[in-house]
């Protein structure tokens, strides 16, 4: 089976760095998705890892950890529009499987 | 280019009525998802289209949930009767093929059932 799990939600500093977690339990692995969602909003998508590393996209960036089944989103330089969900998400038999998602609070 | 467009935005029931919703695709996206998102929680994929046809619906409440994708465009999700539980953001995505590739989300139906 698969199984997703994030953190229920976090709070940040306006400016600071949050890493936002995720590991996973899927049968076979076809990469990793992160979303942005903001309340009353359609996710978005923002990230696609199927190799082992960081990838860095302006602030935000993704690693992924495929022995581990693990992966993080790193938002740097936080700002009060970044307050959303955080959706991870992991493609299996041809389908998204989503965590339940983080909900992220940047405070001034 | 156009995104997801689903209608409509909005819509409050009482149990037991009946209740449709409406997904245009992105033009040339093969493979289309509905997915029910409840408060707090991740999108569920209730139903995959591939063009016209069902790839995986193993997890739509199919008592009381059905969709179409008859021309392999647009799709529709009813709900016959609906239930209080069912009182959540209907989702409906498009990709250009199945794998691997990104997903592109409409703005969601959100659905009241008093």
């Known amino acids: 089976g698969q199984n997703i799990d994030q953190p229920t939600e976090m709070t940040a500093t306006e400016g600071a760095i949050v890493q936002i977690n995720c590991t996973y339990q899927?049968?076979?692995?076809?990469?990793l998705f992160w979303y942005q969602q903001h309340a009353g909003e359609a996710p978005t998508f923002l990230s696609y890892?199927?190799?082992?590393g960081l990838e860095e996209k302006g602030r935000f960036s993704s690693f992924l950890s495929r022995s581990k089944g693990y992966s993080y989103l790193l938002l740097k330089e936080l700002q009060m529009k970044d307050s959303a969900s955080y959706l991870c998400?992991?493609?299996?038999?041809?389908?998204?499987?989503f965590g339940q998602g983080t909900e992220l609070s940047v405070k001034p | 280019e156009a995104g997801v467009a689903q209608s409509p935005r909005y819509k409050i029931i009482e149990k037991r009525q009946s209740v449709a919703f409406w997904c245009n695709p992105i033009?040339?996206?093969?493979?289309l998802y509905w997915y029910q998102q409840i408060l707090g929680q991740g999108p569920k994929l209730l139903i995959q289209?591939?063009?016209?046809?069902?790839?995986?619906d193993s997890q739509l409440p199919k008592d009381r949930f059905s969709a179409e994708r008859l021309k392999g465009v647009d799709s529709t999700l009813k709900i016959q009767p609906a239930k209080l539980e069912d009182s959540a953001v209907y989702l409906c995505?498009?990709?250009?093929?199945?794998?691997?590739?990104?997903?592109?989300f409409g703005p969601g139906t959100r659905l009241t059932v008093l």
């Open positions: 289209f591939q063009n016209n046809g069902v790839v995986d």
């Open positions: 995505a498009s990709s250009l093929a199945s794998t691997g590739n990104e997903q592109f």
């Open positions: 890892n199927v190799l082992d």
């Open positions: 998400a992991v493609p299996t038999g041809g389908k998204l499987i």
């Open positions: 899927t049968s076979g692995f076809n990469g």
């Open positions: 033009s040339g996206h093969a493979t």
